[in-house]
């Protein structure tokens, strides 16, 4: 690392949330109005905070490394962190930021579509600038799609959950839970990748029928096979020019 570099290096240590908004701001400077134009799924009367508030503050959550929604709100409860995002956001400055539990409560509600188009739009922003054009594999963009386990348990979270019995016909037999995405990155190059879709694996009463005589693995393969239609349908119907 020459003397430039470093002293760039040294540039970001001290500020780097100054940095980050910089580039923010350069290549994708709509972001929070974007947030502001996501349909709000709360009643008027419940509304404290906006649509680009309490967006703003999960980019910022991710920006910051916070694994937990509990651990954000105590990480973001001093008063200058709450002013200094409300700045970063463009919202006026609060006393606080969004809790956490009017955080889950409200992403429970929002319609996940939205957050799609944004990082799609994102993402077509950043193709249309050119600024990842070495990334191109003899001229084409490449995807990368892989099936995530988001939870698996006994307890059942909702209607959507997968199903699997695990020791059947012993008195070991359990039903576990579980919940699946496929997701689809596009590759910008070394060590760095895009959201470009996701799309949710649940089976329906006659998937359950139809799959009673497979196996774990058939079953598995089967809906990661009918979720990647879905999602590469959608892509292609938003990028309908991308080779």
């Given at each position: 690392?020459?003397?430039?570099?470093?002293?760039?290096?040294?540039?970001?240590?001290?500020?780097?949330?100054?940095?980050?908004?910089?580039?923010?701001?350069?290549?994708?400077?709509?972001?929070?109005?974007?947030?502001?134009?996501?349909?709000?799924?709360?009643?008027?009367?419940?509304?404290?905070?906006?649509?680009?508030?309490?967006l703003g503050t999960l980019y910022y959550k991710g920006i910051a490394g916070i694994d937990s929604m509990q651990e954000m709100t105590e990480q973001f409860?001093?008063?200058?962190?709450?002013?200094?995002?409300?700045?970063?956001?463009?919202?006026?400055?609060?006393?606080?930021?969004?809790?956490?539990?009017?955080?889950?409560?409200?992403?429970?509600?929002?319609?996940?579509?939205?957050?799609?188009?944004?990082?799609?739009?994102?993402?077509?922003?950043?193709?249309?600038?050119?600024?990842?054009?070495?990334?191109?594999?003899?001229?084409?963009?490449?995807?990368?799609?892989?099936?995530?386990?988001?939870?698996?348990?006994?307890?059942?979270?909702?209607?959507?959950?997968?199903?699997?019995?695990?020791?059947?016909?012993?008195?070991?037999?359990?039903?576990?839970?579980?919940?699946?995405?496929?997701?689809?990155?596009?590759?910008?190059?070394?060590?760095?990748?895009?959201?470009?879709?996701?799309?949710?694996?649940?089976?329906?009463?006659?998937?359950?029928?139809?799959?009673?005589?497979?196996?774990?693995?058939?079953?598995?393969?089967?809906?990661?096979?009918?979720?990647?239609?879905?999602?590469?349908?959608?892509?292609?119907?938003?990028?309908?020019?991308?080779?």
């Open positions: 690392m020459g003397r430039k570099e470093q002293r760039i290096q040294k540039k970001l240590e001290k500020n780097p949330i100054r940095e980050l908004n910089k580039i923010q701001n350069r290549y994708y400077s709509q972001l929070f109005w974007k947030f502001a134009q996501t349909k709000d799924p709360r009643h008027p009367s419940y509304i404290t905070y906006t649509n680009r508030m309490m409860n001093e008063e200058t962190v709450s002013k200094n995002l409300s700045a970063f956001i463009g919202e006026k400055a609060g006393e606080y930021v969004p809790h956490h539990v009017t955080e889950n409560e409200y992403l429970e509600r929002l319609d996940p579509m939205e957050l799609e188009e944004i990082k799609q739009d994102l993402v077509y922003h950043l193709i249309r600038r050119r600024c990842f054009e070495d990334a191109r594999y003899k001229k084409k963009w490449l995807i990368i799609v892989d099936g995530t386990q988001l939870y698996c348990g006994q307890r059942k979270l909702n209607e959507h959950c997968l199903e699997r019995c695990c020791n059947k016909g012993t008195d070991k037999e359990i039903t576990l839970y579980h919940r699946d995405v496929l997701e689809a990155k596009i590759f910008f190059g070394e060590k760095l990748v895009a959201s470009i879709g996701s799309e949710f694996i649940e089976n329906n009463g006659e998937d359950r029928k139809r799959q009673e005589k497979m196996s774990a693995e058939e079953i598995k393969q089967d809906c990661e096979t009918k979720a990647f239609t879905r999602l590469a349908g959608r892509i292609k119907k938003r990028f309908p020019r991308l080779p």
